[in-house]
Every structure is written in C-alpha cells, then in structure tokens.
Nanobody, 124 residues
Framework: VQLQASGGGLVQAGGSLRLSCAASGFTFSNYAVGWFRQAPGKEREFVATFKWTYTGTYYADSVKGRFTISRDNARNTAYLQMTSLKPEDTAVYYC??????????????????WGQGTLVTVSS
C-alpha cells in the first residue's frame, strides 16, 4: 500500500495550489481519504476528508470555503485544491486513507495508511 503526495511548493498569500495523492496497492475507490497538515512545532491537524467514496466531505473550520477535496477513482488519485492561501496554511501536508472512518474522521488515528507529505509554504 502506497500513498504519494505531491504538488506542494512556495506560493504568495492569496494564491492557489493543488495537491495530489496517488494511491497504489489497494482498491482506492473503497477507501475514505483525507488530508492532514503539520506546521513546524505543532501537532498534526485535520484538514479535509472524503469520508466515503461518493459522499461525505468534511473540512476543518480553518479551511472551509477555501479548500476543496476531490477524488478520481479511475486514476486512484485524491486532490486538495487550496485557494486564498494564508501564511498560517504553511505546513507539511499529508494524505491518508482508511477502509472506514467513523464520526471521528478528524483524528489521525482513524487512518491506516499515510503518504510521505508535501511541503506548502505561503509567503506574506
């Protein structure tokens, strides 16, 4: 099982980035997929999740209205479209997957598989 996150980089405040998470080694369409982030010196925090294959997207309050999670099951890939980026969005972003996540989808422990992370830096 592998998750490969990509698409991070340096962007100015107000800009946009799209992160990708390529999955392999499991039936991606049957899994919930989420994004978390970890800023320097801080705990890993929930960003967004696709709780089930076709329904149930959830977002952290801090990104609601600015970030959009999506998935392309045919390509075994999930995406995180980030707009109106702020310096406080600077972090390493991780994608994660699980066969099933409960109503505690915002907890990292709900997810079994993790990608290696991609760094997003937002300059002011």
């Amino acid at each position: 099982v592998q998750l490969q996150a990509s698409g991070g980089g340096l962007v100015q405040a107000g800009g946009s980035l799209r992160l990708s998470c390529a999955a392999s080694g499991f039936t991606f369409s049957n899994y919930a997929v989420g994004w978390f982030r970890q800023a320097p010196g801080k705990e890993r925090e929930f960003v967004a999740t696709f709780k089930w294959t076709y329904t149930g997207t959830y977002y952290a309050d801090s990104v609601k209205g600015r970030f959009t999670i999506s998935r392309d099951n045919a390509r075994n890939t999930a995406y995180l479209q980030m707009t109106s980026l702020k310096p406080e969005d600077t972090a390493v972003y991780y994608c994660a997957a699980a066969r099933y996540v409960s109503d505690y989808y915002y907890l990292a422990g709900e997810y079994n598989y993790w990608g290696q992370g991609t760094l997003v830096t937002v300059s002011s």
